[in-house]
């Protein structure tokens, strides 16, 4: 189980909503995928347009934990202004804090990150930052009481996979909240990493949402996390320079 | 009424007293929409009892996909 705050979850893939083909293919990856966590933006609304179709009530609210982000965030004012917008619903209390402070990179602003997470552990919210994979930071957001750890696998929808392994090693190892590696995964093979890493879940989008297949896609990833986790679990062997035979060596007079 | 919408200004009918009957006549009272009147947020179950009035700046948000 994924322990978040005082919620429980069985799975360890957080899938988000944005950029699908259309609402169905969305609707059939998500269920593929397994995902009980699904995180949304907080947008302006078209008030001359009546009619707005929105995936958010095509769910059946009762099977998601909603996780808006604090996207469009550049100050920790402005996130946790976003975060009180989405609880003020009253469908969620958790949050993934997003300042962004880099808008080639989209890598997180440390210092508004670091604000905007003390601000909303205060106002009582479920905070999962995402954040860098900076070890100190990391220890810093854990340190102010985060509920989980966010870090980047590397740039956000760049599907460049897990650039820096052991700074993401060395967060896994020092942090006793769970660690969810976010953004920057592009293939099943790169969640399957973060997990052999030992995260306790992988946070994705554009890997799902822009694949070829995103339904097939989902339930790769899906498939990906559980063997990273049991892979972790059972204990990779060590890597040798030398080749060791797995054939016994004894009764090979025999030829 | 004149009132600032999403950063538009926008003439609704005097007869509207509160921001639900505004969402009523936007016709967007069918979806999750969150609310702000000058700056302060709104509860879903408070939008019935906040009153509007002339030149209220008011921000209506929902849920878009997003990662």
């Known amino acids: 189980m994924l322990p978040i705050g005082p919620y429980s979850f069985s799975s360890r893939l957080l899938l988000g909503t944005g950029k699908y083909p259309d609402f169905e293919i969305q609707k059939q990856a998500v269920d593929a995928s397994g995902s009980e966590i699904l995180t949304f933006a907080v947008r302006r609304m078209n008030i001359f347009e009546a009619s707005q179709p929105n995936f958010l009530e095509m769910l059946d609210l009762e099977k998601y934990t909603l996780l808006p982000n604090t996207a469009g965030a550049k100050t920790a004012k402005e996130a946790v202004r976003i975060a009180k917008l989405a609880k003020a619903s009253g469908l969620c209390d958790m949050v993934k804090v997003e300042v962004i402070g880099c808008d080639k990179t989209l890598l ?7 604000q905007a997470t003390e601000e909303l552990l205060k106002e009582g919210f479920i905070v999962l930052p995402y954040t860098s994979d900076d070890v100190v930071l990391a220890r810093r957001l854990e340190e102010l009481g985060a509920h989980a750890i966010m870090p980047a696998a590397s740039p956000i929808g760049s599907g460049q996979g897990i650039i820096n392994p052991l700074y993401l090693k060395f967060i896994i190892e020092q942090t006793k909240v769970p660690v969810i590696v976010d953004a920057g995964i592009g293939s099943p093979s790169d ?10 879940g992988v946070l994705l ?3 799902v949402a822009g694949a070829k297949d995103p339904v097939k896609m989902a339930l790769a990833m899906k498939m990906a996390v559980e063997a990273g986790k ?9 890597r040798k320079e030398t080749a060791t035979a797995s054939s016994p060596v004894e009764g090979l007079s025999v030829m | 009424m004149k009132l600032k919408i999403n950063g538009d200004v926008v003439q609704v009918p005097d007869t509207l007293k509160s921001v639900k009957e ?12 969150i609310a702000e009147v000058n700056e302060e947020i709104l509860q879903t179950e408070e939008q019935s009892m906040t009153q509007i009035k002339e030149n209220d ?8 996909g997003g990662g």
């Open chain 1, 108 to 114: 997180p602003d440390p210092v508004e990150t670091l």
């Open chain 1, 191 to 200: 969640a399957m990493i973060a997990m052999e890493l030992g995260a306790d």
């Open chain 1, 205 to 207: 989008n554009t890997a």
């Open chain 1, 230 to 238: 049991l892979g972790f679990e059972a204990g990779r062997i060590p």
């Open chain 2, 22 to 33: 505004l969402l009523e006549h936007l016709k967007l009272n069918d979806q999750i929409v």
């Open chain 2, 57 to 64: 700046k008011i921000e209506l948000v929902r849920f878009v």
